[in-house]
């Protein structure tokens, strides 16, 4: 049997024989990541549903008829108080509030009253109607005519507050402004139809599979490259100066064995390895998902656009290919790391800077913009694999492109693989000497 | 037949190691031209006290450390330009070179056999043989972490000859053994030696030197200061035992008692 594939064999032994270390490599994080997006979802879903279900206090100030009619026909009176105030009965409140005037020197005026009881939470949105709303509606006549309006007081850094400004801005007020409108427009004998003088038909022009692929294509470059070198890295660091470490990499090299041969054994198990946790983090993901939205229902939908992404057979094959070559990249880059380090704890402190400066070259694609990367720039190692994972979701990677992405990481992989040989066969980098 | 041709090994220090060491040198001479053969049919002591380079010749003759003067051979392969037919003729033992403590004595013996590039068979027989020696059936299937440091030493022992090679170089096989183990080792070492291996074992025991070596070889400070069988040593140093010799050498190569 070949050397290689000796070491390689004994290198997957320890770890799938291994129970305790088969669940933490792969079991554990499948567990965690799974619960993590569970509890993500389950969280987001109680505040949607808490900011709905919130029973808000809502003052109208000067409502007019109309207005009110409206609130009772859409119910929403019905799970939230709706407080009608007349403008001498608002004037009181704020007057008759006199300990809350000394307390709260900023309160002078009427509206710093609003201001404050918006502000404190005590009611989640103050609708205020000018004083002499119906009269200044009903005396229009002509353009220039003063028009009455409405002030809103709201809490944008509140969530309930927010919630209900939005829920009147977005239908209420709508609604009223039309009814009035319409009022206004019977008078004139004028149609409201007429008032539609075209409609505006819009259609995508976007590729389907762009437009598709547009939200995987910003966080799977990113995720794939953090992934793999955080499954990389689970696994290598204790292989190489672990090994190094309790002095059994030395026992390896006491064998006739090409030294050669055993780095290739232990990288491809390394590949094998990382590969799997890989593996293992993206089933997880997809798994977790839909966990997360059965949990979070609507509010949790980030989810649904990982579900969005449709390969074909041979773009499937581009994305192993692309993958496998930063599994090798990562491995080596690692074990290069790690073999140069003394013990385990030294080759962490070499790989974290490393990871951050991975972790930046995968995040600069969630944010690039729409213009045409080089096709020097996909032989950039990590960053070129980034960015065809990229193009390839949405349907955009040229066989050119792809290729260079391939070769720059494989260049620099097969780089690292030739100096993790040539530091096996270093007595000082082995044996401190 | 190992043959060792004025071998010099001298270790850059780390400027740590200087200031561990407390010296202002950037060079450390562990061995400092030293020759000598061991023939097959014989067991060669190399006997010395800590840091007198002991391990580190052995180290270069197991061609995982390059001499930086002289040469080595090894059954008449040279240990730089032929290390991997070295290699596969050796048995190198040292306490610093471990068995992978994941898996079983039973495992590694299989392991290392393949990589000797022996058959299943091959290994199977071999494996009765000196499992039954060094009594490792009983625990073969345990994990190496879980063996008490003899049981170790023993798997440890038995998986460095899976090979049933030619020359066989232990550094202080019994460290940390009992006697009864111990005694079992340097019988099979013993054993060996009548079969017609050559043998080079080190220690810095006096009494096992002087039941064990064939020949003794006395190194001090990276010097070898004699070479003889037991009796040699002691009368060219008008000594009573190996100890008293040892003690003459020493003041004799050590004046200033570092
Ligand atoms: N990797 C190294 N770097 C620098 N100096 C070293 C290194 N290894 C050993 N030395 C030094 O070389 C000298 C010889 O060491 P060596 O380990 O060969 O001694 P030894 O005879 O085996 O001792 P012991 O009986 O303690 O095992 C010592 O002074 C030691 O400090
Ligand atoms: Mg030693």
Do not use: W
């Amino acid at each position: 049997m070949n050397g290689t594939v000796i070491i390689l064999k004994k290198e997957l032994k320890r770890v799938f024989g291994d129970k305790k270390l088969v669940f933490s490599l792969f079991i554990l994080p499948a567990i965690i990541m799974v619960a993590l997006y569970g509890i993500m979802g389950f969280m987001m879903g109680k505040m949607s549903d808490d900011i709905e279900e919130h029973r808000n206090s809502v003052y109208v100030v000067n409502a007019t008829e109309g207005f009110k009619n409206i609130i009772s026909a859409t119910g929403y009176d019905k799970n939230n108080d709706v407080i009608y105030l007349s403008e001498e009965e608002y004037r009181a409140a704020a007057k008759l509030d006199d300990d809350l005037a000394k307390k709260e020197d900023a309160i002078k005026t009427e509206e710093d009253f609003l201001n404050y009881q918006v502000k404190n939470n005590m009611v989640q949105l103050v609708v205020y109607f000018e004083k002499d709303f119906s009269k200044k509606y009903d005396s229009y006549t002509k353009s220039g005519d003063q028009i009455p309006s409405i002030n809103l007081y709201y809490n944008p850094t509140e969530n309930y507050s927010t919630n209900t400004y939005g829920v009147f801005t977005a239908s209420i007020m709508n609604t009223y402004q039309s009814s009035l409108l319409k009022n206004r427009l019977e008078k004139e004998k004028i149609d409201m139809e007429s008032l539609n003088v075209f409609n505006v038909v819009e259609t995508t022009v976007a590729k389907e599979a762009k437009e598709k692929g547009k939200f995987i294509s910003m966080m799977l470059p990113y995720m794939m490259v953090i992934m793999l070198f955080a499954g990389a890295m689970s696994v290598g660091v204790d292989a190489i100066a672990g090994e190094k470490e309790r002095g059994t990499l030395a026992s390896m090299l006491l064998s006739p064995v090409n030294r050669g041969q055993i780095v290739g054994g232990k990288i491809i198990s390394l590949m094998i390895l990382s590969g799997l946790s890989a593996i293992v983090y993206v089933v997880s993901m997809m798994v977790a998902m839909p966990v997360m939205k059965a949990l979070g229902g609507e509010s949790a939908d980030m989810a649904q656009g990982l579900g969005n992404l449709e390969l074909s057979l041979v773009q499937g094959l581009q994305l192993v290919a692309i993958m496998l070559t930063l599994v090798f990249l990562f491995v080596a880059l690692i074990a290069f790391l790690a073999v140069r380090a003394k013990d385990v704890k030294t080759a962490s402190t070499y790989i974290s800077p490393v990871y951050i400066v991975v972790m930046v070259a995968g995040m600069l694609t969630m944010f690039m913009s729409g213009d045409k990367v080089p096709t020097y720039r996909y032989a950039i190692p990590v960053y070129g694999s980034a960015v065809a994972v990229k193009d390839l979701c949405v349907n955009e990677l040229t066989a050119v492109n792809f290729l260079a992405s391939l070769s720059g990481a494989l260049i620099l992989a097969v780089i690292f693989t030739v100096l993790i040989t040539k530091s096996f066969n270093d007595e000082r980098v082995m044996f401190n000497a | 037949m190992i043959q060792i041709n004025e071998l010099t090994k001298i270790y850059k220090l780390t400027a740590k190691k200087m200031q561990e060491l407390k010296t202002k040198e950037n060079t450390k001479i562990a061995v400092n031209n030293i020759s000598l053969v061991a023939k097959p049919g014989e067991i060669y002591g190399l006997l010395g006290t800590n840091g007198a380079g002991k391990t580190t010749t052995l180290r270069c003759v197991a061609t995982l450390l390059k001499p930086t003067k002289g040469q080595i051979s090894v059954c008449g392969y040279d240990t730089v330009k032929d290390g991997q037919k070295v290699r596969d003729s050796i048995a190198f033992l040292t306490n610093e070179i471990k068995l992978d403590p994941n898996f079983s004595a039973d495992y590694m013996f299989k392991f290392f056999g393949r990589l000797h590039g022996m058959s299943e068979e091959q290994i199977v027989a071999r494996r009765e043989e000196l499992f039954n020696v060094f009594g490792i059936n009983d625990f073969k299937n345990k994990k190496i972490e879980e063996l008490s440091t003899g049981m170790k030493q023993k798997a440890a022992i038995a998986v460095s000859l899976v090979h049933d090679p030619e020359v066989v170089i232990f550094d202080e096989p019994t460290s940390g053994l009992d006697i009864v183990t111990a005694r079992n080792v340097t019988d099979y070492l013993k054993f060996l030696r009548d079969q017609g291996k050559t043998v080079i074992v080190s220690t810095h025991i006096m009494s096992e030197a002087e039941k064990l070596s064939d020949r003794i070889g006395v190194i001090i400070n990276g010097n070898k200061v004699a070479e003889g069988t037991l009796s040699e040593i002691i009368s060219q140093n008008e000594a009573e035992d190996l100890e008293d010799a040892f003690f003459r050498l020493y003041s004799k190569h050590n004046p200033e008692g570092k």
